[in-house]
C-alpha cells in the first residue's frame, strides 16, 4: 500500500513538472514575439570589464528609456533603435 501511495506522489509530482515546464515555454515564446533583448557582452570576465559592461548598459537604456517611452510595438521600437543606432554605438 505504501509503495502504491509512493509511486502515485512521483508520478504526480512528474505530471505536475511536465505541465509547468511546458506552460513556462508557452510564456517564453509569448514574451519573444513582444520583447526586444539587449545583450552587452564584456570583453572578459575581470572586473573592470565586468564593471564597464554594467555602466554601458545603464548609460544605453538611459539613452534609450525616454526614447522608446511612446512605442506601441515591436516594430517600433526596433525602427527607434535602427534608426538611433549610431548614437548607440
Same mark, same amino acid.
Given at each position: ?17 511536465? #505541465? ?10 509569448? @514574451?519573444?514575439? $513582444?520583447?526586444?533583448?539587449? /545583450?552587452? +557582452? &564584456? ?8 564593471? #564597464? ?10 539613452? @534609450?528609456?525616454? $526614447?522608446?517611452?511612446?512605442? /506601441?510595438? +515591436? &516594430? ?14
Amino acid at each position: 500500500m505504501l509503495r502504491k501511495t509512493v509511486s502515485i506522489s512521483i508520478l504526480s509530482l512528474i505530471l505536475i513538472l511536465i #505541465l509547468y515546464i511546458f506552460n513556462s515555454i508557452s510564456i517564453q515564446h509569448s @514574451l519573444a514575439n $513582444k520583447v526586444l533583448r539587449l /545583450h552587452i +557582452l &564584456a570583453n572578459s570576465n575581470s572586473n573592470f570589464d565586468q564593471t #564597464l559592461k554594467l555602466k554601458v548598459r545603464d548609460k544605453v537604456i538611459e539613452f @534609450l528609456t525616454p $526614447k522608446l517611452g511612446n512605442s /506601441h510595438n +515591436l &516594430a517600433e521600437t526596433k525602427e527607434i533603435i535602427s534608426n538611433n543606432i549610431d548614437n548607440i554605438k
